[in-house]
T-cell receptor, first 113, second 113 residues
């Protein structure tokens, strides 16, 4: 069966510090991968998605970047965090043949102080 | 582009009350439709789905019917429990060639004893 791992679960970082959140998927190959952010009291915002190694599409201009160094690994990064980067970050994957649901990780609660 | 509109929350109900959360969508082609649930502090879980018009998705007592004529996918449950307290997201993915889910903003449900 397929599983998705996302870590860390919680993170408190000072303004200006770097960020690296990692997500890995097991039990499938060539998945579509996604990073979402959920700010307090708001819906889900798609940040990045990837359909293959090294292929990243950005949905919103921001302080964050994403990379996919391996087929089942998706990394969300920032060189310098802002207060506005605080939120709940969710990694997800879906089969690449579309029309199927996405499966979510447990999320990372990021607080920038 | 694609969009999902769901009713604003929060929704507060007494145990055993009837639940309806409205969801309407705009999409090109014939999308698949989903309801996701997010329990406090967790990631999103797929609750139910429907992939074509008139399909009814159901799970854990929840139901939703894909209505193409009204572009709707309303979530219903006949008798809610305290354990149903969560945030519910309506979502769609359009036809072949599309790579991302489009989410509604989410509706927070609180069920009180």
């Amino acid at each position: 069966s397929q599983t998705i791992h996302q870590w860390p679960a919680t993170l408190v970082q000072p303004v200006g510090s770097p960020l690296s959140l990692e997500c890995t998927v097991e039990g499938t190959s060539n998945p579509n991968l996604y990073w979402y952010r959920q700010a307090a009291g708001r819906g889900l915002q798609l940040l990045f998605y990837s359909v293959g190694i090294g292929q990243i599409s950005s949905e919103v201009p921001q302080n964050l970047s994403a990379s996919r160094p391996q087929d089942r690994q998706f990394i969300l990064s920032s060189k310098k965090l802002l207060l506005s980067d605080s939120g709940f970050y969710l990694c997800a994957w879906s089969h690449s043949d579309t029309d199927t649901e996405a499966f979510f990780g447990q999320g990372t609660r990021l607080t920038v102080v | 582009g694609n969009s999902v509109t769901q009713m604003e929350g929060p929704v507060t109900l007494s145990e055993e009350a009837f639940l309806t959360i409205n969801c309407t969508y705009t999409a090109t082609g014939y999308p698949s439709l989903f309801w996701y649930v997010q329990y406090p502090g967790e990631g999103l879980q797929l609750l139910l789905k429907a992939t074509k018009a008139d399909d009814k998705g159901s799970n854990k007592g929840f139901e939703a019917t894909y209505r193409k004529e009204t572009t709707s996918f309303h979530l219903e449950k006949g008798s809610v429990q305290v354990s149903d307290s969560a945030v519910y997201f309506c979502a769609l993915i359009s036809g072949a060639g599309s790579y991302q889910l489009t989410f509604g903003k989410g509706t927070k449900l609180s069920v009180i004893p």
